[in-house]
């Protein structure tokens, strides 16, 4: 059983809408990371975080520690936002989630 | 440029091949770390080096022979594969490997195709 949970799986949204891309883990953990896959492959670390909140121009992302849940939000999406959305936890990894942006 | 680079991007091989994929890193880390993406999975790590040792193997088959000459070059040797083994193989690398709370750096990855 993957001990990361992701949801949505998929995601489909217009141009300009807030995204809300969540992720539940059931072990303690070291960090959590955001990653962002295109297609084609590349990955890119979009956040790493302990605790709290971290932002990075339109994009946030959040931990609960003691609920062991993190949220990553896009604010005004935009096409080039598409990607797989994949939330880390040490060793465990997310399914992903596919978000579109449509314009 | 990620700074983590992979060759080949892709590689067709056959079951009774051996063949090696290559990832360097130019970022200073010293961690680097093998990844398996196969079709509609979850990302799985593979094996994690630090400082030029081996810190982690997830029961991986023998058929995959990992080897760090170096904190800056990580091979994967690859032998007798079988067709579940296609997949894309992601090399990373971080400035520290074992606590996985350095943030990680991607190479583009190389699509392997067992025939």
């Known amino acids: 059983k993957n001990e990361v949970e992701q949801s949505p799986q998929n995601l489909t949204a217009q141009e300009g809408e807030f995204i809300t891309i969540n992720c539940s883990y059931s072990v303690g953990i070291s960090a959590l990371h955001w990653l962002q896959q295109h297609p084609g492959g590349g990955i890119v670390s979009l956040f790493m975080l302990s605790s709290g909140k971290k932002k990075h121009g339109r994009l946030i992302a959040t931990i609960n520690i003691q609920e062991k849940h993190s949220s990553l939000h896009i604010t005004a999406s935009h096409p080039r936002d598409s990607a797989v959305y994949i939330c880390?936890?040490?060793?465990?990894f997310g399914a992903g989630t596919r978000l579109t942006v449509k314009p | 440029e990620t700074g983590v680079t992979q060759t080949p991007r892709h590689l067709v091989m056959g079951m009774t091949n051996k063949k090696s994929l290559k990832c360097e890193q130019h970022l200073g880390h010293n961690a680097m770390y093998w990844y398996k993406q196969s079709a509609k999975k979850p990302l799985e790590l593979m094996f994690v080096y630090s400082l030029e040792e081996r810190v982690e193997n997830n029961s991986v088959p023998s058929r995959f022979s990992p080897e760090c000459p170096n904190s800056s070059h990580l091979f994967l040797h690859l032998h007798t594969l079988q067709p579940e083994d296609s997949a894309l193989y992601l090399c990373?690398?971080?400035?520290?490997?074992?606590?996985?709370?350095?943030?990680?750096?991607f190479g583009n990855g190389t699509r392997l195709t067992v025939t």
């Open positions: 880390m936890n040490d060793m465990r």
């Open positions: 990373a690398s971080s400035q520290e490997g074992q606590k996985f709370n350095s943030p990680l750096h």
